[in-house]
């Protein structure tokens, strides 16, 4: 048996995964921003029966390189305007391979102090950065996804007396898919809101549907707002929700997963106003802070009530209880095992600084009002929503019967030739294309330059 590596075997084979990161970050704007590849192509490439045998480290990862990673999105390509990017940065991969070539256990403070102090430590630096009372308690978790079902759960701690199947979730109906997802999961009803003109949740219907709901005998218990919807970048009243969520006794849970960071941005603050009201906000590092994936974030103002929903008693884990001045992190999550992903977020604002990280928001705020004003000086063009939080959307101008149909077909031909990538939604019941400038690698003339290829593909389509 033999599964090691000799220590120059392990240098020369780590020298190439570096060498390859780099050679691809020098050469990612000039790369395809996506490149297409079908089942059949993959099962061509890749199928074969178990290896009894194993290979040379060297051609394996040449495999992994090229086709395993050559194929697909480039989510952190300077053109990539599609979802929420991931735009990373070089230091934090680093930092991931550390925390695992370490084989961190970052459940307990018995397995890895220096780890638990390390996101203790980047957790208050986040609570502080978004203005949160120093009563919050935190954890990194894999995602959005993960950070809002956490979220929740811990909410369920102040509606203990009533059944789950009569307690209401109310949200907006531009809330992310995995508020729906969470209410499955934990059993609890969701009642979408309607939006106001600017895409926000309405809080005199969310008072309507309280007292609705309180009249037919269901218990409302809490609000999902939202800081930043994924569709166009708006951002629910907070200040207003707060009050109606004060007066009606309901529990406030901010999804600010990719918009919550831009809160320290002069250019974005205001907009954000009401972030530091949530009684729990949830925020993907991995997105508009710049992190490779996976890593997500969940921060509770009452701190305490993270361990009492979550904490569990094992006779195993009797000898990794923690101390009355330690953490044990399993005892804040769903996770016993969990990767030390705090690392990464910890090396970056040491390496860059804060104020690196709030010039890269602020400049991919202003790219999206750039391109809104492209947008607006073309007529082939009709702006639908205005650039919020680094996302505008538009479609080609003309009645809804034709337009909508040759908008929607740009994306995949702009993808086409894997130039750039965007993605349409819909709003107000009509398509859009939606284009998301969060990435500090993008330019402007990169916005120019894709908008450009749209116009030629629209025109060329008529």
Not at 229 to 242: A, C, I, K, N, Q
Request: charged letters at 20%; glycine letters at 8%.
């Amino acid at each position: 048996m033999n599964l090691s590596l000799d220590p120059e075997a392990f240098r020369q084979l780590g020298y190439r995964v570096v060498d390859a990161l780099a050679e691809r970050y020098a050469g990612l704007a000039e790369a395809p921003a996506a490149r297409a590849a079908t089942r059949s192509e993959m099962e061509a490439f890749l199928r074969e029966p178990p290896p009894e045998q194993g290979s040379d480290p060297e051609q394996v990862l040449e495999l992994a390189l090229d086709p395993v990673l050559a194929y697909g999105l480039r989510v952190d390509h300077p053109r990539f305007f599609a979802y929420v990017p991931l735009p990373g940065n070089p230091v934090a991969p680093l930092a991931d391979a550390l925390a695992s070539g370490h084989s961190i256990f970052a459940g307990t403070w018995q397995a890895a102090p220096g780890a638990a102090m390390v996101e203790l430590v980047t957790l208050d630096w986040l609570r502080e950065l978004l203005g949160l009372p120093a009563s919050t308690a935190g954890i990194f978790v894999s995602g959005g996804s993960m950070a809002n079902l956490a979220g929740l759960a811990v909410a369920l701690q102040s509606a203990e007396a009533a059944e789950r199947s009569r307690l209401v979730l109310y949200a907006s109906d531009e809330a992310h898919s995995s508020i729906d997802r969470a209410a499955r999961l934990l059993g609890v009803g969701l009642r979408g809101l309607p939006t106001d003109s600017d895409l926000r949740l309405d809080v005199d219907a969310l008072a309507d549907a309280v007292a609705e709901d309180r009249a037919a005998g269901r218990h409302p218990w809490c609000v999902v707002a939202t800081a930043g919807t994924t569709g166009t970048g708006s951002v629910d009243p907070l200040p207003e929700l707060r009050r109606c969520c004060d007066e009606e006794q309901l529990w406030l849970h901010v999804d600010g997963a990719y918009g919550a960071p831009a809160a320290i941005c002069p250019e974005a603050r205001e907009l954000l106003t009401g972030l530091e009201g949530a009684d729990s906000l949830i925020v993907d590092p991995h997105k508009w802070l710049f992190q490779t994936p996976e890593l997500g974030c969940l921060l509770v103002r009452d701190g305490p009530l993270l361990p009492a929903a979550f904490s569990a008693r094992a006779a195993y884990l009797r000898d990794a209880a923690a101390g009355a001045d330690q953490v044990n992190f399993a005892d804040r999550g769903i996770q016993l095992t969990r990767q030390f992903g705090a690392l990464k977020l910890w090396f970056s604002l040491k390496v860059y600084g804060v104020a690196a990280f709030r010039e890269a928001i602020a400049h991919g705020l202003a790219l999206a009002e750039r391109a809104q004003l492209l947008l607006e000086c073309d007529r082939l063009w009709e702006v639908v929503t205005p650039a919020r939080l680094g996302i505008v959307t538009f479609r080609l101008a003309g009645p809804a019967e034709s337009a909508d149909e040759r908008t929607a077909a740009l994306v995949p031909a702009l993808m086409a030739d894997g130039f750039a990538v965007i993605t349409s939604t819909q709003v107000g019941g009509r398509i859009a294309l939606r284009l998301c400038t969060d990435n500090p690698r993008t330019t402007a003339e990169d916005v120019e330059a894709t908008l450009a290829r749209l116009r030629a593909l629209a025109t060329a389509a008529r």
